[in-house]
């Protein structure tokens, strides 16, 4: 087995004479490994086959995976387009294919004031694709036994022993279903600033009511239940989760530029792209750094960093059914309770014929029984699929918050990529 044991961090190299201007800078590819076994069922990989590829995703042209390149550039040009439509500022474009990279390109501008072409492996603001990241973490931790998903959350911060949020457990953290708010912590999102740490945040959570709902009787998308898990997970190992998630996840896996809080004298914060709201007609950079970091410590809902290349890795991971570099970091039955359906959800999606829905800290689309897609998305504007029966990962990051172009994309990309026509059910 080829050992995916190179750094992802650092692995799409400029090749001499490939394209760039200020709208693509883009990786001319041809050379393809020959002893790569492509198209490796979801079950397969599910049932412990991890696939046979190498870390760094090695370049490949499109047609030796089974793509025409007419897809590749239908693609870019939907980027194109929505960047001449103002409707995002920049973006960056991660494609592979039985862990080939079939596209990498980079689109528009980073910081708009400097005029700054956006280059690949810039660092972005991932906001709730941090969420997938704990949810990992903490089927580490069910797997060995150091926490239980039936555990109520009392039992480990005391905030929450109290009649309104007694009957919340882990696994209702992990589901969002404890009935818990999406809302700040005190009536602003700026409030967030005068909290310490993720504990002070788990305590405030542990007093709050009345709950939206009886725990576990419904679903309800909320950074709280995320930030509690985490703050669970320190009390229950002695450990800062960032330490946790930095050692058992992000080492392993070689994701040198995720980064749970940004820090002056990190040199990777000169990559960091500027983040851009206001839509159409109105874009307008609302942070960049200058020396300090949007949150005050690490937000374990939405406060991650990370490249298109680095959340590949983690990807791949869940891909090959919790093995990276003939390592397992995660048991099979784990990444079984990720991408199982709980809830069913009312997010728009593109991808067609499917329901929609969330595991265990992860969206999923099914058809019928069958997992289609999983993956998540950041409200700053950064999205990453998984089409397991394709062997197919994307990740289409941008800074422009408040885009709409995220179900077009998907639409886009299920059609060219995802599932071939005459494989999907239905009419």
């Not at 201007?21 to 001319?28: D, H, I, N, P, R």
């Not at 039955?333 to 969330?358: D, H, I, K, N, Q």
Request: charged share 20%.
């Amino acid at each position: 087995m080829l050992r995916m044991q190179l750094l992802c961090g650092a692995l799409f190299l400029p090749i001499a004479g490939a394209a760039g201007s200020l709208y693509a800078q883009t990786e001319v590819v041809s050379q393809v490994n020959p002893d790569r076994e492509a198209g490796h069922s979801a079950v397969r990989r599910l049932e412990g086959n991890a696939a046979e590829a190498n870390g760094d995703f090695p370049l490949a042209d499109a047609e030796s995976q089974g793509v025409h390149p007419d897809a590749l550039t239908r693609l870019s040009n939907l980027i194109r387009g929505f960047l001449d439509a103002d409707e995002i500022v920049g973006a960056e474009l991660l494609i592979i294919k039985n862990r080939y990279t079939i596209l990498h390109e980079a689109f528009g501008v980073d910081g708009r004031l400097r005029n700054e072409p956006m280059k690949k492996n810039t660092i972005f603001s991932i906001r709730s694709m941090t969420k997938p990241l704990v949810g990992v973490l903490t089927q580490m931790m069910i797997d060995e036994g150091v926490l239980q998903l039936s555990a109520p959350v009392a039992k480990y911060i005391p905030a929450f022993d109290n009649t309104v949020s007694r009957k919340i457990t882990v696994q209702q953290l992990l589901t969002h279903r404890s009935g818990l708010p999406m809302r700040s912590p005190g009536r602003l999102w700026s409030d967030y600033g005068s909290y310490k740490s993720v504990q002070e945040l788990a305590a405030y959570w542990g007093n709050y009511g009345p709950l939206l709902f009886e725990p576990g009787t419904d679903y309800h998308y909320a950074d709280a239940n995320v930030d509690t898990l985490a703050a669970v997970i320190e009390t229950v190992t002695g450990n800062a989760a960032e330490e946790l998630i930095q050692r058992r996840l992000l080492n392993p896996l070689g994701m040198e530029d995720t980064i749970p809080l940004l820090r002056e004298g990190d040199v990777r914060v000169n990559r960091v792209a500027t983040k851009y709201a206001g839509g159409r007609g109105g874009w307008r950079p609302f942070w960049s750094w200058n020396g300090k970091p949007y949150f005050a410590f690490p937000m374990f809902a939405q406060g991650f960093y990370s490249t298109t290349s680095d959340y590949a890795c983690f990807l791949a991971m869940l891909l090959d059914g919790g093995e990276f570099a003939e390592q397992r970091l995660l048991s099979q039955e784990a990444v079984r309770r990720v991408l199982t359906p709980v809830s069913e959800t009312t997010m728009p999606t593109g991808v067609a014929r499917v329901s929609s829905s969330y595991g265990q800290l992860m969206h999923l689309y099914n058809d019928r029984d069958e997992l289609i897609v999983f993956g998540h998305s950041g409200s700053d504007g950064t999205y990453a699929w998984v089409w397991p029966g394709e062997d197919l990962i994307v990740l289409y990051f941008t800074q422009s918050r408040g885009s709409n172009t995220m179900a077009r994309m998907e639409a886009v990309l299920d059609t060219l990529l995802g599932r071939p026509v005459g494989h999907r059910s239905g009419p």
